[in-house]
């Protein structure tokens, strides 16, 4: 879009949508698009789902905004769910995920202010991790491409490898006030962290005094098959931050804590203007309707195993392609054997949305409502455009 008005932060695709219905997004050309992209996590129902709809629209006839000054009844019910299904006795209501993260870190930062000890405020990070892009969660974080010409990185984060528990081990100091993780990687590569390690950390901020925090803004809200993906492993925080999938499409977050992890956020010490609005809460509690539905949950994981094992087969049809098949429920990485770039640029050729990933891979994050027919026909995209890829790596070769 020449002479755009906008900032030229995003490298956009140059695709228009116009509507959406179900998993397909359709163009201002009436060109049909398969979405294995879910605006990156976030339409965890698809596109236009009619409940959401509905709580949307009976709201917005109703009140948009009147701040935290007063009550806002959504926001009771959606924290008493929320706190219902997981491990927390408080949540703190905001707009986005690095919002919620931001929320966590000084949850762990007041905490052990208020417990006398003001000069434990770092927090050990991990490689690979995305927290966000506020200046505190692109320190958390640690890339040097998001922190590049953005001043001092914010002091406060100690980070080690991927998944190298001995390193975070040896990071702590008495300064350290909390270790935070994605148990599963998603703008790293689609990376699980093994539930081992997990149980490592656990057992380290137990021995240390140290608070653990989960960044589940990606892999949570069912997208791997559980309400939120460290269920598999049985290891809980003390403070998480959620978003993405449970607005389905709407902004909103939140960061969960328990009783004693939250005991400094006391009236006055942190705020938002718009987090936990009317709006967001009737979606928010419309997301967890269809989510926490007798069977919801099973039926994802069932789905993510045939998309897998489809996925499997066209990897092992075309390794020069696809290396490896990596991932949890519906939160799958194609690890490619060439530019993810070139492999992402040949499947939106055949009408597939997905999202390239650090590490060389493609993220696969349709919504949870996929139907088998359309993992079906993703799988014979994928291999479509894997196979036209292959033939012109043969073409080129034989010249």
Not at 225 to 245: N, R, Y
């Amino acid at each position: 879009m020449s002479g755009s008005a906008l900032y030229e932060t995003f490298a956009r695709a140059p695709l228009v949508f116009d509507h959406g219905e179900g998993t397909w997004l359709i163009t201002d050309k009436g060109e049909r698009y398969l979405d294995f992209a879910g605006g990156i996590a976030v339409n965890s129902l698809g596109h236009s789902h009619p409940h959401l709809v509905a709580a949307l629209t009976e709201q917005a006839a109703k009140l948009w905004h009147v701040s935290n000054l007063y009550e806002i009844p959504g926001q009771s019910r959606l924290g008493e769910r929320l706190a219902d299904a997981t491990f927390a006795d408080k949540v703190f209501f905001t707009n986005s995920g690095a919002e919620a993260l931001e929320c966590a870190i000084k949850t762990a930062r007041r905490y052990h202010f208020v417990k006398g000890h003001p000069e434990r405020f770092r927090i050990i990070t991990f490689e690979g991790a995305f927290h966000g892009r506020t200046l505190a969660t692109i320190a958390a974080g640690g890339q040097y491409k998001y922190l590049e010409g953005f001043g001092p990185k914010v002091e406060g984060f100690d980070q080690v490898g991927f998944d190298d528990i001995d390193a975070a081990e040896k990071a702590i100091t008495p300064q350290t006030a909390a270790i935070l993780i994605e148990p599963v990687q998603g703008e790293g590569g689609i990376r699980p962290v093994p539930t081992q390690s997990l149980k490592r950390l656990r057992q380290l901020c137990e021995q240390h005094g140290l608070l653990l925090i989960y960044d589940e803004v990606q892999c949570g809200i069912g997208r791997t098959g559980k309400l939120f993906a460290h269920e598999w492993s049985g290891v809980t925080p003390d403070i998480m931050a959620i978003a993405k999938g449970i607005g389905g499409g709407f902004p909103m977050g939140a960061c969960l804590a328990t009783d004693e992890a939250a005991v400094g956020m006391t009236a006055g010490v942190h705020g938002t203007t718009f987090g936990g609005n009317p709006l967001a809460m009737a979606v928010g509690n419309a997301v967890l309707d269809v989510v926490l539905e007798d069977g919801f949950l099973e039926d994802v994981q069932r789905k993510a195993l045939l998309m897998k094992q489809g996925l499997a087969s066209v990897a092992d049809e075309f390794p020069e392609i696809i290396e490896d098949i990596r991932g949890a429920g519906l939160m799958l990485g194609l690890k490619c054997a060439m530019p993810n770039t070139k492999v992402n640029m040949a499947l939106r050729d055949q009408h597939l949305l997905a999202v390239p990933a650090g590490d060389n891979v493609i993220r696969l994050l349709p919504p949870l409502t996929v139907t088998d027919a359309e993992i079906h026909d993703a799988l014979n995209r994928i291999r479509a455009g894997a196979k036209g890829l292959a033939e012109a790596i043969a073409s080129a070769a034989a010249k």
